[in-house]
């Protein structure tokens, strides 16, 4: 039935189930377990539960249930398990499809932790990684080989907002029979179609976007039925990465403002990314569809908006930006990104803090870079805010 609605519509209502009561807002099940009626039933369940069916929480739950079901409508996927983070996902998707003596191709250009699982936990297990410069479509034709098992990207990479080229990389991909796994948190649900471009297994950080408000952790793997169920399931069951219902319930009321936040504030980083280009003070502002970005005609044939993150470079290094930084009253330092709060990181020192600086400098990410996620205060307040912390270099 859901199959029919626009998203916004898909976003309030695909996925709810009520209860005996009839409640307007979906219920928190907040529990671990559930009772059987007869021990034929127990049986029965475990030898194959329903769709309405629930065994113990750490394999699924109604309320998770609801949130799956809402996010896996609104991407046009056939199924999709919740994590209980972004990077619990991200692991799952791929230690889950993955075994000794694979190979796997990424690009580099990587949020910290998912950079720590191909580089530092997938070659433990004997799976070989190669990494390539994501924007760069003749370094993944080069990398991909004909026992390419899968490939993983950030769709917009973190903090210096690459924007890959998804048909591509996909078809490059499938030519060899390899999965292509795409972390999406950048682009969001709202903004990019990724299974339509060619991804075949999608990851976001609910944690993001989807909450939007800055309160819980949470993830989901979405893709094909047989993907989730025979590959992803047994794996996040038995290993304990499951979604707390009770953060299911905050992710799920996230999901019915998602597209009107996601819209404000991409407009919002618009509106910065137009009044900041060109300033005195800035060596490059980054915003993946604006005329700036190297890639923004790749970026508007991909996206529907660049998303609620941007970067700005600021000349003189890190001296000049940790004095923007500190001079800011209403953009509040914070590693988090997708909240109703706009928030600002330094890369170089916080989250890449870890790689080596000439790594560090192959990826773009200067000493003066400052990441910006654009919230939902009023856009000129926030510009006022940066030009005067600007003025304070
Ligand atoms: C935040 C983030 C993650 C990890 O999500 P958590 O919910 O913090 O575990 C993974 N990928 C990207 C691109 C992210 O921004």
């Known amino acids: 039935m859901s199959e029919n609605w626009k998203p916004a519509t898909k976003l309030v209502h695909a996925g709810t189930r009520r209860s005996q009561y009839g409640e307007t807002s979906e219920a928190i099940f907040l529990t671990q377990g559930f009772v059987y009626d007869s021990a034929e039933q127990a049986e029965a369940r475990f030898i194959e539960a329903g769709a309405d069916e629930f065994i113990y929480a750490r394999y699924g739950n109604p309320t998770v249930a609801m949130f799956e079901e809402r996010i896996a409508a609104l991407e046009g996927a056939e199924d999709a398990f919740a994590t209980a983070s972004g990077m619990a996902a991200v692991n799952g998707a791929l230690m889950s499809l993955l075994r000794a003596g694979d190979h796997v191709v990424s690009s580099r250009a990587l949020f910290g932790s998912c950079l720590y699982i191909l580089e530092d936990i997938l070659p433990r297990y004997g799976v070989e990684v190669s990494f390539v410069e994501g924007t760069d479509l003749q370094a993944w034709r080069d990398a991909i080989r004909p026992d390419t098992k899968a490939v993983f990207f950030e769709s917009i990479s973190n903090p210096t ?3 890959i080229d998804i048909r591509a990389v996909s078809e490059m991909a499938h030519a060899v029979g390899a999965v292509v796994v795409a972390d999406n948190v950048f682009a969001t649900p709202v903004f990019q179609r990724s299974l339509e471009l060619g991804a075949d297994v999608v ?12 309160r819980c ?11 989730v169920r025979k590959t992803l399931e047994p794996y996040m069951k038995h290993t304990g990465g499951a979604l707390s219902p009770f953060n299911a319930w905050v992710m ?14 991409a407009a919002g980083a618009l509106a910065l990314a137009d009044r900041l280009a060109g300033h005195g003070r800035l060596e490059r502002v980054l915003y993946p569809t604006h005329d700036a970005h190297p890639q923004a005609a790749l970026a508007r044939a991909q996206m529907t908006a660049g998303g609620t993150v941007l970067a700005l470079d600021i000349k003189g290094g890190k001296e000049a930006a940790f004095r923007f930084l500190n001079a800011l009253r209403i953009i509040r330092m914070s590693n988090n990104l997708g909240d109703a709060k706009s928030l600002v990181t330094h890369p ?4 890449h803090q870890r ?8 990826l773009g990410i200067t000493d003066g870079l400052v990441r910006v ?3 939902l205060e009023d856009p000129e307040d926030l510009i006022a805010d940066i030009e005067t912390a600007l003025d304070a270099v």
């Open 217 to 227: 952790l949470g993830g989901v793997v979405l893709g094909t039925t047989e993907f």
């Open 203 to 214: 990851i976001y950080s609910a944690t993001k976007h989807i909450d939007g408000q800055g």
């Open 252 to 265: 799920l009321k996230g999901l019915e403002t998602l597209a009107l936040r996601c819209t404000a504030q």
């Open 373 to 375: 996620s654009v919230g």
């Open 355 to 362: 790689l080596a600086p000439e790594t560090r400098a192959a």
């Open 348 to 351: 170089a020192t916080t989250t």
């Open 161 to 163: 907002l690459d924007v």
